[in-house]
Protein backbone atom coordinates (compact mmCIF):
# COMPACT_ATOMS: atom_id res chain seq x y z
CA UNK A 1 0.00 0.00 0.00
CA UNK A 2 1.55 3.20 -1.41
CA UNK A 3 1.90 5.85 2.05
CA UNK A 4 -0.15 8.82 1.71
CA UNK A 5 1.44 12.29 1.12
CA UNK A 6 1.42 14.50 4.05
CA UNK A 7 -0.94 17.23 2.74
CA UNK A 8 -3.70 14.50 1.88
CA UNK A 9 -6.91 15.09 4.12
CA UNK A 10 -9.69 12.76 4.53
CA UNK A 11 -12.97 14.62 3.38
CA UNK A 12 -14.60 11.95 5.23
CA UNK A 13 -13.44 12.99 8.42
CA UNK A 14 -15.40 15.93 7.50
CA UNK A 15 -18.73 16.82 6.26
CA UNK A 16 -18.75 19.12 4.01
CA UNK A 17 -21.23 21.90 4.10
CA UNK A 18 -21.33 23.37 0.20
CA UNK A 19 -23.97 26.06 0.74
CA UNK A 20 -21.84 29.05 0.91
CA UNK A 21 -20.41 28.00 -2.03
CA UNK A 22 -21.70 29.77 -5.36
CA UNK A 23 -20.34 27.09 -7.74
CA UNK A 24 -22.09 24.43 -5.92
CA UNK A 25 -26.05 23.42 -5.97
CA UNK A 26 -28.57 21.21 -4.98
CA UNK A 27 -30.73 20.11 -6.90
CA UNK A 28 -34.20 18.75 -5.46
CA UNK A 29 -35.10 15.55 -7.41
CA UNK A 30 -32.16 14.27 -8.44
CA UNK A 31 -31.22 10.81 -8.18
CA UNK A 32 -28.29 10.70 -5.81
CA UNK A 33 -29.19 14.26 -4.05
CA UNK A 34 -25.50 15.42 -4.12
CA UNK A 35 -24.58 18.36 -4.23
CA UNK A 36 -23.43 19.51 -8.17
CA UNK A 37 -21.28 21.90 -9.94
CA UNK A 38 -24.01 24.73 -11.21
CA UNK A 39 -25.82 23.87 -13.67
CA UNK A 40 -24.75 20.29 -14.42
CA UNK A 41 -25.25 16.93 -12.85
CA UNK A 42 -21.51 16.35 -11.64
CA UNK A 43 -21.57 15.83 -8.36
CA UNK A 44 -19.53 17.26 -6.43
CA UNK A 45 -18.13 14.61 -4.31
CA UNK A 46 -16.95 13.12 -7.31
CA UNK A 47 -14.57 15.27 -8.43
CA UNK A 48 -13.26 16.09 -5.04
CA UNK A 49 -12.80 12.20 -4.57
CA UNK A 50 -10.82 11.98 -7.29
CA UNK A 51 -8.36 14.90 -6.15
CA UNK A 52 -8.36 13.12 -2.81
CA UNK A 53 -6.86 9.97 -4.58
CA UNK A 54 -4.47 12.22 -6.68
CA UNK A 55 -3.06 13.78 -4.12
CA UNK A 56 -3.01 10.45 -1.73
CA UNK A 57 -1.04 8.94 -4.33
CA UNK A 58 1.94 11.60 -3.94
CA UNK A 59 0.87 14.03 -6.66
CA UNK A 60 1.03 17.78 -5.85
CA UNK A 61 -2.05 19.60 -5.80
CA UNK A 62 -1.56 21.49 -9.03
CA UNK A 63 -0.69 18.04 -10.57
CA UNK A 64 -3.61 16.59 -8.81
CA UNK A 65 -6.20 19.02 -10.06
CA UNK A 66 -4.55 18.50 -13.53
CA UNK A 67 -5.45 15.10 -13.28
CA UNK A 68 -8.98 15.37 -12.13
CA UNK A 69 -9.53 17.84 -15.01
CA UNK A 70 -8.66 14.89 -17.16
CA UNK A 71 -10.81 12.22 -15.52
CA UNK A 72 -13.64 15.03 -15.32
CA UNK A 73 -13.53 17.33 -18.31
CA UNK A 74 -17.02 18.82 -18.32
CA UNK A 75 -16.19 20.15 -15.07
CA UNK A 76 -17.36 23.42 -15.29
CA UNK A 77 -15.47 26.50 -14.74
CA UNK A 78 -12.41 23.77 -15.33
CA UNK A 79 -9.80 24.04 -12.82
CA UNK A 80 -10.26 26.93 -11.62
CA UNK A 81 -13.40 26.22 -10.43
CA UNK A 82 -11.90 23.15 -8.92
CA UNK A 83 -9.47 24.94 -7.00
CA UNK A 84 -12.39 27.75 -5.79
CA UNK A 85 -14.57 24.62 -4.68
CA UNK A 86 -11.29 23.43 -2.46
CA UNK A 87 -10.80 26.60 -1.13
CA UNK A 88 -14.23 27.18 -0.50
CA UNK A 89 -14.14 24.89 2.05
CA UNK A 90 -10.90 25.00 3.83
CA UNK A 91 -11.00 25.86 7.52
CA UNK A 92 -8.28 28.77 8.26
CA UNK A 93 -6.52 26.12 11.42
CA UNK A 94 -6.16 23.73 8.25
CA UNK A 95 -5.23 26.66 5.80
CA UNK A 96 -2.24 27.45 8.06
CA UNK A 97 -1.05 23.88 8.48
CA UNK A 98 -0.38 23.28 5.06
CA UNK A 99 1.13 27.35 4.61
CA UNK A 100 4.54 25.78 4.86
CA UNK A 101 4.49 23.79 1.84
CA UNK A 102 1.34 24.53 0.43
CA UNK A 103 -0.34 27.46 -1.40
CA UNK A 104 -3.72 27.52 0.37
CA UNK A 105 -6.04 30.33 -0.51
CA UNK A 106 -9.59 30.98 0.64
CA UNK A 107 -12.18 33.08 -0.75
CA UNK A 108 -13.44 34.35 2.81
CA UNK A 109 -8.73 35.06 3.33
CA UNK A 110 -8.83 36.98 0.17
CA UNK A 111 -11.92 38.68 0.60
CA UNK A 112 -14.16 36.85 -1.74
CA UNK A 113 -16.56 35.44 0.73
CA UNK A 114 -20.23 35.79 -0.63
CA UNK A 115 -19.12 36.48 -4.23
CA UNK A 116 -21.84 34.15 -6.44
CA UNK A 117 -21.46 32.26 -9.48
CA UNK A 118 -20.04 34.51 -13.01
CA UNK A 119 -18.49 37.15 -10.50
CA UNK A 120 -16.25 34.61 -8.79
CA UNK A 121 -14.96 33.10 -11.62
CA UNK A 122 -14.35 36.42 -12.92
CA UNK A 123 -12.23 37.40 -10.00
CA UNK A 124 -10.61 33.76 -10.03
CA UNK A 125 -9.53 34.66 -13.94
CA UNK A 126 -8.25 37.64 -12.93
CA UNK A 127 -5.91 36.53 -10.65
Known amino acids: MMEKSPSYVSMEAKAIDWSGCPLIESVPGLPSGDPVFVGSR ?19 PDEAIAETLETYPSTPGGANAIRADLDEDVPHQLRIALAPRHDVTTTPYIGWAGVKNGALLKLIEQD
Request: hydrophobic share 40%; aromatic share 10%.
Open 42 to 60: LPVSAVVENYQDFLGEGMT
